[in-house]
């Protein structure tokens, strides 16, 4: 077998059949050559224009950042946008199933789409490449810069199809699609922005002499890491999107968070001794703490049956109560949700224990009420919305929860502010008086003459929520059990056919 | 292989799609699934080919359960969903090389397995033709050779013939008459009872996600009637045989058209016998006396109320 043939054997299915779409298409021909058509342009505009390039010794650099706006913003609009329709046309008949009938897995699904787009891009920047290096001879640009910039624009594009891959597996109809098509194009745009501006730093200081230094590595390395969580937990949260519901879906997503938690957790503490302050360890607690948040709104609209494939999964034996929150199903996703909080808000308030002489103390104090008031509100509106579903809107889908403890949420924030407004209209209010208006608002921590008033409220709310949710709880703990081997079928009638 | 759906059920909130659906068949048969629009026949299949899970009961491929083994399960289904292939920028050997590639067929076997299908189906001409150029009939086709890449030894087809023209049907027909004579277990949905009747050894007949009948053709063509019509020819006066016939009992209606008498009788086969007993034994000089048949569509219709949840 010759290496191609080869190749082709070990490649995922879905790129083979993506390149080979994407050589067919003569809209992916039709954007290639224009995006040449301009880099042409636009190094002749700049030369002709410019009226002293020989004694320009930024000439290289300015070309090479005009040629990379138009390389980054075809590519951020192209890529991204191309993969992300192809997956959504697809996920809107029947394909989708056609697939999962096949042997193959909603994970080389999710994988292969990124890895066309990464073969488009790849097969985008060598078209342009020449132009690119054409820059190098007109000075001011070193080859480390260069390949600096073009790798971390390559890393953003594929990050950006990543979300894309996401937005076009998130449920919901065309009013919904159009709000996260139009967020989408609000997230590339940031990236454009930022990825501009990062790689204008970049070739305007140059990394070159960088290159041996920890001022150069640690922040690369910190935004390398940043980027792959946020791209691995944007990864395996598609995979979930496309995998059956009654597949245990929730494991891998609730296993990558976990990990991401715990490895950034140990990351940041040890940033934090090295640097003798609490700042990193409050970032990591903030950020897990609105990850588990999100959870719990998602964790309520989760099965509250312990399907059949999920139940054959279920270990045996003690440790079946320590895989119950990473598997599927609304109480295990409640209960993980909550631990992922309270660890995050324990492990600061000890690490401040441990290390009293660290800087930021009053930062992780005003974190630990803040973040810790922000979850209690979020557990007693998912959970409410989880009880008001379960025992008075039985009509709706346990998978619209989420709705009905948003709306909750919504309604909470606004409704006593606006009753507060009207009762003391042309009165003028002083801070006080509003602070016990907003005692529906999970983010008004911040006023601190009321935070007493929200904590006891907070508490009153949570008790009767936890104690109506409870019964749920305890009998999905007792459900989760391993699938017992159902018995031989009795009673079918069996067609009596001549063939 | 021996399918076996068992006690079957799927409910969507209060709506029961399926509800205790129970029937089994094997290999080299066909059954036709027939129910009206919302019965539960595609959640039926769908749920047979793992796309869902039902909320009780089982069904078994060979002992192989959908529900508790769908990976195994999958290695024995080729799924023919109602929605047609829509890839675009696709051949049809491009598409079909891709189904093979996530089947996990690989090498030369796989050119093999494609060249093979695309033969069966009378796809080779139009291997090079792109998904959007091909009729509906050849996009059944194509379909069709998607289901049968990994040889699946039980095949579920949801409405294989809607939307195709006569020869389309008839193409259709003949491929599934040499796919079950291969030994092939086949479960087709179809609206165009004709149709069925002709290729199906047998058929189940759902309504509001519960079965109301089921077994062979024969049997439901001659059990599920409402009533039974004779067809007489005799060599005598036809108002004396129109007048005799009124008095027999059981004989509900006569109707003269052309030179028979038309004759609707109430009752199982026997009542026919002895219709002919007693007309020959008053002397009517009978020559022809032959029972019409009732069609699939006609037990349909009297069986189903045409009721949905």
Known sequence: ?499 | MKIEVVNLKKHFGHTHAVDDVSFAFSSGQVVGFVGPNGAGKTTTMRILATLDEPTDGDALLDGVSVVEEPERARHLIGYMPDALPTHRDMSVHDYLDFFARAYGIKGAKREQVIASVEEFTNLTPLREKMLNTLSKGMKQRLSLARALLHDPPVLIMDEPAAGLDPRARVELRELLRVLAAQGKAILISSHILTELAEICHGAVIIEQGRILTAGAIQDLLTNHIPRRAVMIRSLGEQEDLRRDLLELPRVEAVRLVGDEVAVDLDGPEEAACELLAALIARGHPIVEFRQQRANLEEVFMSITTGAVQ
């Open chain 1, 1 to 499: 077998m010759s290496l191609t043939a080869r190749l082709s054997e070990a490649l995922n299915p879905i790129v083979i059949k993506e390149l080979r779409q994407a050589v067919q298409s003569r809209f992916v021909s039709a954007v290639l050559l224009v995006l040449l058509a301009i880099q042409l342009a636009a190094i002749a505009i700049y030369l002709l224009i410019s009226r002293d390039v020989s004694g320009n010794f930024q000439a290289g650099q300015e070309t090479f950042m005009i040629l990379l706006g138009v390389l980054l913003a075809a590519s951020l609009l192209f890529v991204p946008i191309y993969t992300a329709v192809r997956l959504l046309a697809e996920r809107s008949d029947t394909n989708v199933d056609l697939l999962f009938i096949t042997t193959i897995r909603p994970r080389s699904i999710i994988a292969g789409k990124l890895l066309a787009a990464a073969a488009i891009t790849t097969l985008i920047f060598s078209a342009c490449m020449p132009f690119l290096t054409f820059t190098y001879f007109l000075r001011g640009v070193d080859l480390p810069s260069v390949f600096i910039v073009l790798a971390l624009s390559f890393t953003v594009i594929i990050v950006c199809s990543q979300i894309g891959v996401f937005i076009a597996c998130l449920p919901g109809n065309r009013v919904f699609k159009v709000i996260y098509g139009l967020l989408a194009l609000n997230t590339l745009w940031m990236a454009f922005g930022l990825t501009m501006a990062g790689a204008a730093g970049l070739m305007r200081f140059g990394v070159g002499s960088a290159l041996n230094s920890w001022d150069f590595w640690g922040p690369a390395l910190a935004i390398a890491l940043v980027v792959l969580s946020m791209g691995g937990a944007l990864f395996v949260l598609s995979v979930a999107l496309i995998t059956p519901a009654t597949a245990n879906r929730a494991l891998p997503v609730r296993l990558f968070l976990s990990s991401a938690w715990l490895l950034s957790g140990v990351a940041t503490a040890i940033w934090s001794r090295v640097e003798k302050t609490c700042e990193p360890v409050i970032v990591w607690m903030v950020l897990s703490v609105i990850i588990g948040c999100i959870a719990l709104f998602a964790a309520v609209s989760e099965r509250e049956q312990l399907g059949r494939r999920v139940a054959r999964k279920v270990p045996v034996g003690w440790w079946r109560m320590i895989v119950f929150p990473f598997f599927s199903g609304a109480a295990s996703g409640v209960v993980w949700s909550c631990l992922m909080i309270g660890f995050s808000l324990g492990f600061l308030w000890v690490w401040g224990e441990i290390f009293p002489g660290f800087k930021g103390q009053s930062d992780k104090r005003e974190a630990l009420i803040w973040m810790g008031g922000l979850s209690l509100y979020a557990y007693c509106y998912a959970l409410t919305g989880a009880a008001l579903r379960r025992y008075l809107l039985r009509r709706l889908p346990p998978g619209a929860t989420w709705l009905v403890s948003v709306v909750l949420l919504a309604l909470g924030s606004i409704v006593p502010f606006l009753i507060g407004y009207l009762l003391s209209f042309n009165e003028g209010w002083k801070t006080e008086e509003v602070g016990s208006w907003l005692i529906g608002n999970p983010f008004a921590w911040g006023i601190k003459e009321s935070r007493e008033l929200y904590f006891i409220f907070t508490c009153a709310w949570a008790a009767p929520v936890t104690a109506v949710n409870l019964p749920w709880l305890i009998e999905a703990v007792k459900n989760f059990r391993p699938f017992r081997e159902s018995e031989p079928p009795s009673g079918i009638v069996e067609l009596r056919l001549s063939e």
